[in-house]
């Protein structure tokens, strides 16, 4: 299965400048204003300022103006950073779970350890039954196997010699030479795909979500019975990792 790449780091370097032009006119700045001092095009502004508006970065007001909105404020506010990032994060995760009809995840890779940090799933889009560690298992997820692909060679085989790969069902790959050729070759902007690799009955798909120095994955699940909207999912997944980076980088 092939998808076409897609870079929401670009939407992330566009936004935030349209928020620090907008950040400079404490009292609204026009749209025609707003694209000549960002330097960005209509045609580039117009889907940019839509999801800041829509992710409250962005407040438009009844004279069509912008100006700064309250997610914004209280990201900028270090004392309740944490916290407003983290509701900021589930709010987006749950706006993503009923677009894309799946369970989401978000992960970071931290002191060599793959963590699960945040997701949102509901009875009709249930999350993975984490029956093996998800620590033990990377080699196996496209949470794992995303984060494995932004790391350097030998962060690779440093993480595969301390989780040595266990064969988890008849599709895992458990040969290192193998599994390192397939995270070197995988495309940076294509999701890492888990096609009952982890467990039976569930594929997956992850695409990397790195802020800074923090390297992070962006995934999804979905039963085996409905692998033939995986492809679909997993455009859309990376179609909105834009939000999820912005919140990141803020």
């Not at 400079?24 to 204003?33: L, P, Q, S, T, Y």
């Not at 002191?111 to 799933?121: F, H, L, N, P, R």
């Amino acid at each position: 299965m092939r998808l076409e790449p897609t870079t929401p780091y670009r939407s992330v370097q566009g936004a935030l400048r349209v928020l620090e032009t907008v950040a400079r006119h404490g009292g609204g700045i026009g749209e025609a204003k707003l694209a000549r001092e960002s330097g960005l095009g209509p045609d580039r502004l117009a889907p940019l300022l839509r999801m800041l508006i829509r992710e409250s970065y962005v407040e438009r007001l009844a004279d069509g103006s912008c100006v700064t909105g309250d997610a914004l404020a209280r990201l900028g506010s270090a004392q309740d950073h944490d916290d407003a990032l983290r509701a900021k994060l589930q709010a987006t995760l749950d706006r993503l779970r009923d677009s894309v009809g799946a369970a989401v995840y978000l992960s970071r890779y931290v002191d060599g350890e793959v963590k699960v940090t945040q997701y949102a799933d509901n009875p009709a889009t249930p999350k993975v039954n984490e029956w093996v560690d998800f620590r033990v298992s990377a080699h196996a997820t496209a949470v794992g196997k995303s984060l494995l692909t932004q790391l350097d060679h030998q962060g690779r085989r440093d993480h595969l010699a301390r989780y040595r790969p266990a064969r988890l069902t008849s599709r895992t790959i458990t040969s290192d030479k193998v599994l390192l050729s397939r995270l070197a070759a995988q495309p940076p902007t294509v999701p890492v795909l888990d096609l009952q690799e982890y467990a039976v009955g569930t594929v997956c798909a992850a695409v990397p979500i790195t802020a800074g120095s923090s390297v992070g994955s962006l995934a999804l699940s979905l039963p085996v019975e409905h692998a033939h909207r995986l492809r679909q999912a997993a455009e859309t997944l990376n179609r909105s990792a834009a939000p999820v980076l912005l919140s990141l980088a803020i």
